[in-house]
């Protein structure tokens, strides 16, 4: 039997933070390493130009995000660890795609309705700063997602709509060309956790709120002394509900010492030493593959080489199914 496609990609903007090792890293990884399945991931940095304007920001991004998955240990012999942007199928596939999805389909896209709101709510005109690649994106999405025939896309709830709409456009396809698609289904995790950053709301760089993966140990201790606590004072009973200290510790902790902390919680543990009980935690997690990571960093010519062997791995796949897809629309030598 087929086996199962699963694929995802991770937008090439900003620094890996402990939100999204929690939330979307971590669990990839573990799930990549089940052999029922064959997964696809790859940087997305075509989408990372329509949210960054600025090069070195999109360079020094794709280098970080790379070399974060690449320390984690990602399995590039069973996983397709790639660049979108190696693979100039897409590009060509979004054209086509374009062609095929409706564009009241995309008015009705979460991203580009809350820019035009945004808009109207700062008294601009609707479409004011709103470029075609943003309008676009879930085309682009879309291709990503069509050209690799994944079954499964692993994504967070934001992401359920763009998924969605990939399948409407690959039926569009299906039915008005040729059955070349397979029909992709959002596959959102229920149990991973989504962490609190330093301010108790969502870890999100929109919040500024963050600790990136991988500070060097003395800076990973300062950020965790700064996650806001309430003033209760040692010997105090503290609710661990109400902490993110106590929310991150459950993201790293067996379940047997988050129950222990919940009760030292309950004992008025003081604020300062349930910190540095986490960052003990964190640090132990994370240690090891920070030092991987420094070094793949100033090795980029090693990074460059392990996307490269990806998107051939990739292009494999892609050249064949552009050269249907052309047939089928009939972009065809003359003859
Ligand atoms: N848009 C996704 C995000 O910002 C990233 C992404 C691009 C993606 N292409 C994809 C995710 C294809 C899954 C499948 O999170």
Not at 138 to 144: F, I, S, Y
Not at 269 to 281: D, M, N, S
Request: aromatic residues 8%; charged residues 25%.
């Amino acid at each position: 039997m087929e086996k199962q496609r699963v694929l995802t990609g991770i937008t090439t903007t900003g620094t890996p933070h402990l939100g999204n090792y929690v939330g979307a890293i971590r669990p990839a990884i573990a799930a990549s390493e089940d052999d029922s399945v064959e997964s696809f991931l790859f940087l997305a940095d075509y989408h990372a130009l329509i949210k960054c304007s600025d090069p070195a920001l999109i360079r020094q991004s794709s280098k970080e995000v790379a070399a974060t998955w690449l320390a984690l240990g990602l399995n590039t012999d069973k996983t397709v660890f790639y660049r979108q942007s190696d693979i100039q199928e897409i590009t060509e596939l979004t054209w086509i795609l374009c062609c095929n999805a409706a564009k009241g389909l995309m008015n009705r896209a979460h991203a580009y309705k809350a820019a035009v709101q945004a808009n109207e709510a700062a008294g601009e005109d609707a479409d004011f700063a709103i470029t075609m690649g943003l309008f676009s994106y879930p085309v682009l999405m879309a291709a990503d997602i069509l050209m690799f025939n994944a079954h499964k896309i692993p994504v967070g709830r934001d992401q359920i709509q763009h998924v969605e709409m990939a399948r409407d456009i690959a039926q569009r396809f299906n039915h008005n060309f040729e059955e070349i698609f397979t029909l992709p289904e959002a596959d959102v995790g229920e149990d991973v956790a989504t962490l609190q950053g330093t301010d108790g709301r969502k870890m999100s760089k929109s919040y500024h709120n963050t600790i990136p993966l991988f500070l060097p140990e003395s800076a990973l201790r300062k950020a965790i002394n700064k996650i806001k606590t309430n003033l209760l004072q040692p010997g105090e009973p503290k609710d661990p509900d109400d902490s993110t200290v106590f929310q991150m510790w459950a993201a790293f902790a067996s379940a047997d010492e988050t129950a222990r902390m919940r009760r030292e919680f309950e004992n008025g543990i003081a604020w300062g030493e349930a910190k540095r009980q986490l960052f003990e935690l964190v640090n132990d997690e994370l240690a090891e593959a920070r030092d991987i990571y420094m070094r793949l960093i100033n090795d980029p010519g090693h990074i460059e080489n392990v996307l490269l062997q990806g998107a051939e791995r990739a292009r494999a796949h892609s050249v064949k199914v552009m050269q249907k897809v052309r047939a089928a629309v009939g972009i065809a030598a003359i003859r």
